[in-house]
């Protein structure tokens, strides 16, 4: 390596020119929209089921009481979930108007919103679903007595995100067998639907939400199969 070759390994140059380019025009770069659409992917949505779950498995039920700067600790957790959703549906609803111009504050608004409830019920169902089947998991798995909150015995939600993310890919693969990233897409489309810029997306956008409408099913009939109606309103 050259002493240019390695400085550039260590400094992205030309993202970072890209960078400084959008801060002058105030636009962002296609490049910068897509890391921050895959920074909503890959980190605030794993980070927001985790916390999710946390709560409702009641790991933080002994964090009650206890501050940080006089704030309770489980205020703040929920208060980051929230953030974080709150932040991936900017991401997606601005990627759905990259490159737009005159963009009304109404139609924005109207697009942040519903990726707010896309983004939220995406993350709520697969946690829900995780933390009612937790205890009967544990039995099937031969955990008995009392179960641990360190107990790591979820491992059907891992499995429902697997599936999704290969069921991304194989409609990706069947319907868009000529678009690049496919594996890139397939993550970003666990977060939400594909973004309104792509045309190509136009003939998967129905089958992906066959796919999320067939996973609510699978997870609603499976939490009422193991667990009577009555018995999961009192759990929750």
Same mark, same amino acid.
């Given at each position: 390596?050259?002493?240019?070759?390695?400085?550039?390994?260590?400094?992205?140059?030309?993202?970072?020119? @890209? #960078?400084?380019?959008?801060?002058? +025009?105030?636009?962002?770069?296609?490049?910068?929209?897509?890391? /921050? &659409?895959? %920074? $909503?992917?890959?980190?605030?949505?794993?980070?927001?089921?985790?916390?999710?779950?946390?709560?409702?498995?009641?790991?933080?039920?002994?964090?009650?009481?206890?501050?940080?700067?006089?704030?309770?600790?489980?205020?703040?957790?929920?208060?980051?979930?929230?953030?974080?959703?709150?932040?991936?549906?900017?991401?997606?609803?601005?990627?759905?108007?990259?490159?737009?111009?005159?963009?009304?504050?109404?139609?924005?608004?109207?697009?942040?919103?519903?990726?707010?409830? @896309? #983004?939220?019920?995406?993350?709520? +169902?697969?946690?829900?679903?995780?933390?009612?089947?937790?205890? /009967? &998991?544990? %039995? $099937?798995?031969?955990?008995?007595?009392?179960?641990?909150?360190?107990?790591?015995?979820?491992?059907?939600?891992?499995?429902?995100?697997?599936?999704?993310?290969?069921?991304?890919?194989?409609?990706?693969?069947?319907?868009?067998?000529?678009?690049?990233?496919?594996?890139?897409?397939?993550?970003?489309?666990?977060?939400?639907?594909?973004?309104?810029?792509?045309?190509?997306?136009?003939?998967?956008?129905?089958?992906?939400?066959?796919?999320?409408?067939?996973?609510?099913?699978?997870?609603?009939?499976?939490?009422?199969?193991?667990?009577?109606?009555?018995?999961?309103?009192?759990?929750?």
């Amino acid at each position: 390596w050259t002493c240019t070759s390695f400085l550039g390994f260590l400094v992205p140059m030309n993202f970072t020119i @890209e #960078v400084c380019q959008s801060i002058n +025009s105030g636009k962002p770069s296609f490049r910068m929209a897509l890391v /921050t &659409l895959s %920074e $909503a992917a890959l980190e605030a949505f794993p980070q927001g089921l985790l916390q999710l779950y946390s709560i409702l498995i009641g790991a933080m039920d002994r964090q009650k009481g206890t501050t940080t700067l006089g704030i309770p600790k489980l205020l703040l957790l929920k208060t980051s979930a929230l953030i974080g959703y709150v932040s991936m549906a900017k991401s997606l609803s601005g990627f759905d108007f990259y490159g737009e111009k005159d963009v009304s504050w109404a139609a924005w608004i109207q697009q942040a919103l519903r990726r707010l409830f @896309e #983004v939220t019920l995406r993350s709520t +169902s697969l946690v829900i679903f995780a933390a009612l089947l937790r205890p /009967t &998991l544990a %039995e $099937a798995l031969g955990h008995h007595g009392s179960l641990s909150i360190h107990d790591n015995v979820a491992y059907h939600l891992p499995a429902m995100l697997c599936f999704g993310v290969a069921g991304n890919y194989l409609i990706l693969m069947w319907l868009t067998p000529d678009t690049e990233m496919k594996h890139l897409w397939a993550l970003l489309f666990m977060v939400g639907s594909p973004p309104l810029i792509f045309s190509t997306f136009e003939r998967v956008r129905v089958a992906l939400g066959l796919l999320r409408l067939f996973e609510l099913t699978f997870m609603a009939v499976a939490c009422c199969l193991i667990k009577k109606p009555q018995q999961i309103l009192e759990d929750y």
